[in-house]
């Protein structure tokens, strides 16, 4: 196990063994070998459902979207993963002058650690469609992602690739996947041989029961995710797929691809998962948002929507438990080392995790304590020289300027109103940026733990994290 100079273990290794903690109670089968890779985490949380002024609607908690969206971003920069990636049906529309996604990016500013998405269906949806480019592409961009499309793929760490699909149609239910998208998927698999490869998609591929089956489930499906099935098949690669849109937890495996259908922020039972991943396997954790009684109204909600009596006209509630899914659909240790079934996490398994937990939410504390002290001996150097150049007959000043939020951002700011703004405009209308322009390498989480029984305590380092690093230019 890797040890730190003084003899402690690093966090790096204590992530790496939690996965081994599991592993030990489960035989390791043969398997294709996977890449060398550094373990990391990150989170995905889908159907915010993000709006402003709109009543709640069936089983969507639209009045709450904006209180849970602000509450998840808060508990997502106490886990510190090394990214966020939110999975389409992020916003209810993009709303009058892209009202609705321009809160959501302003919402998203606080987060402390890179961030991208993926697109569903309501992000598209509207009288008018919005130009998903037009709307959406600056955002990539200042993500550090260089794509003409709506979909995209990355490197965020040596060895590991991320795919962003994109299977939103507009004022629809069901997804599509379009040819060029395909004929791209083939391209960028090719192009990215031996990187441990994750894939983002709004609609699942592979669909959970019931909308594995005919009308009206069908509906809520993709009729082609079995295409794009067949494409990842051809990669030994591709190990994880994870989805949202249909507001359930299950997770299932396909030819030693796990994919993973994930609960809705917005719609019970209101979960984002956080998926902790090393060669062994991949450690998967949901959380509900931390408002015990507005997730019993979302629960109520549900058990008496449309869906759940399509489901079951004489027990709506089974429909509730079907969205919950089983123990293991919400949490659990899934192999990559051979393993066919999800496992479940052991009660060690869940002191460990909530042992690093309290570990990073101790250094984000450690780290604006350090910052503070830091800035006090700034200005105290900044102060002593401005007293010392008085004294020799000359003066400064400091100048002022404040950047616009995404909601006072618009078109006009760059004098054309029918061009959108691109990354470049972006930065020279909105001020000083909120977050570093150019990407840099996710940093890696090797602080020291000590050998005690007791909470680790981490070493503090960098307040907030840079965008995802992009991936180069597809020839």
Known sequence: MDQSSNGTITRRAFLAGLAGVSLLRFPIQPAVALPQFDPFSFIFVSDVHLVNGLPDTGEKMLQESQLFLQEAIKHFNTLKPDFVLFGGDNIETVGKDDANWNLFG???????????????????????????????????????IETNNSYWSLNPVPGVHLI?????????HYGEFSQPQLEWLKDDLAKNRGKLTIVFTHHPLLPPPPYDGGPPWSDYASPNGSDVREVLGTSSDVRLVVSGHLYTNKVQIERDVWHVSAAGLNIYPCQYKMFRVSRNGIVMESFPVNFPALVKKARKALQDSNLAYKYNSRNPESFVELCEGTREDQSAFLSLTGGKTPQPLSKKDKQNLEALDKSK????????????????????????????????GKSGGKSKSGGKSRQGRTKEDSGDKGKPETGDEVKKNSGPEETPATPEPIPPVDAPLPP??????????PDSAPPIAPVPKLD
């Open 452 to 461: 005690s029984d007791g909470p680790p305590a981490v070493t503090p380092g």
């Open 361 to 392: 939410g101790k250094e984000t504390k450690e780290n604006k304590k350090d910052n503070k002290k830091d800035s006090k001996k700034s200005d105290d150097k900044s102060n002593s020289k401005s007293d010392s150049k008085s004294s020799d």
């Open 164 to 172: 962003g699909l994109d299977s939103s149609l507009p004022n629809t």
């Open 106 to 144: 302003d919402i998203v500013q606080q987060l402390q650690v890179p961030w991208s998405f993926v697109l569903g269906e309501e992000d598209v949806s509207g009288k008018i469609p919005p130009e998903k480019m037009r709307t959406f592409g600056a955002d990539w961009r200042s993500r550090g």
